[in-house]
């Protein structure tokens, strides 16, 4: 049995039929693997994990998921749509997407129970999930009245709670405080040695080297410029600073001028 889980060729989309958003993506994910997808606001990350989770479809080319094409007709078939669904999760970035019920508890609850799962079974995997992420405290709260990164914990619990084979993440860390982004690299880590496949998008090199063995950096053209080990691409600083992922600052000490990089967010000191 192939270990590929997508297959992406030569996708082309546009919003609205003339907003350019992903052009010629060329991609293959295996089953098991940590990848991260990194490009400047703009490129098409969001783009890319919305077909992969089949919330859009490309007006050229092909998404391959588990050795089926990945069509919008098919998504009517409502067995297939609920296999598919059971097996991918995505995390969106704004979790306001993904919070709709008047509690905690019920939001989690949601996507298992839709699913089939016996009462005992779900209140088990509430409990567990809770546990994972340090919400136990939130169960009973309304999700609107939480913070972002309390609202992203959960959203990761409504995902994980249905337990799908792979995860994707849209800027998962944006915005958080230091210990909220701690708890969700430590998840992506746990998933992943736990046999899930990891997808996540985002613009943060701070966290590349936990989250992700192999990187593709999206450039301005809406397609995949550079690929490889998160090593090899987090010390390619030309490439980096041409898709306006770093950039040079200069300031003055002492009456010299001194010039080095800095990271997106990064303090200047």
């Known amino acids: 049995m192939s270990d590929i889980i997508f297959e992406v060729k030569d996708v082309h989309y546009s919003y609205l039929g003339k907003f350019p958003a992903l052009s010629g993506v060329n991609m293959t ?4 693997e940590k990848i991260a997808v990194i490009g ?10 919305q077909l992969l989770d089949g919330l859009i479809f490309p007006d050229r080319g092909r998404v391959t998921a588990f050795g089926e094409r990945l069509l919008e007709h098919s998504q009517d078939n409502e067995k297939a749509a609920h296999r ?9 970035q704004n979790a306001d997407i993904q919070l ?8 989690i609850a949601f996507g298992p129970l839709q699913f089939g799962v016996a009462e005992d079974e779900v209140n088990r995997r509430i409990l567990e ?8 405290h939130l169960l009973d709260r309304v999700p609107h009245q939480l913070s972002i990164g309390e609202k992203r914990r959960v959203a990761i619990a409504s995902v994980l709670a249905i337990d799908p084979d792979v995860y994707l993440f849209d800027e998962p860390t944006a915005g958080l405080d230091p210990l909220t982004v701690r708890h969700i690299i430590d998840f992506i880590v746990n998933a992943n040695q736990r046999g899930k496949t990891i997808i996540t998008a985002t613009h943060d090199l701070h966290i590349i080297g936990e989250i992700a063995d ?3 950096v999206f450039g301005w053209n809406k397609s995949i410029v550079s690929g490889g080990s998160s090593e090899s691409v987090l010390n390619d600083r030309s490439l980096l600073e041409t898709n306006n992922l770093i950039h040079m600052h200069r300031h003055h000490h002492d009456g010299r001028e001194h010039v080095h990089p800095h990271l997106p967010l990064e ?3």
């Not at 994910?29 to 098991?32: A, L, P, V």
């Not at 598919?84 to 969106?92: A, C, S, T």
């Open 267 to 269: 303090p200047h000191d």
């Open 84 to 92: 598919f669904r059971q097996r991918v999760g995505l995390v969106f």
């Open 129 to 136: 999930v809770a546990e994972v992420l340090d919400i136990q």
């Open 40 to 49: 400047a606001n703009g490129t098409g990350k969001s783009t890319l994990l």
């Open 100 to 107: 709709f019920c008047p509690s905690v508890l019920e939001d």
């Open 29 to 32: 994910i295996r089953s098991g």
């Open 214 to 216: 192999t990187v593709y």
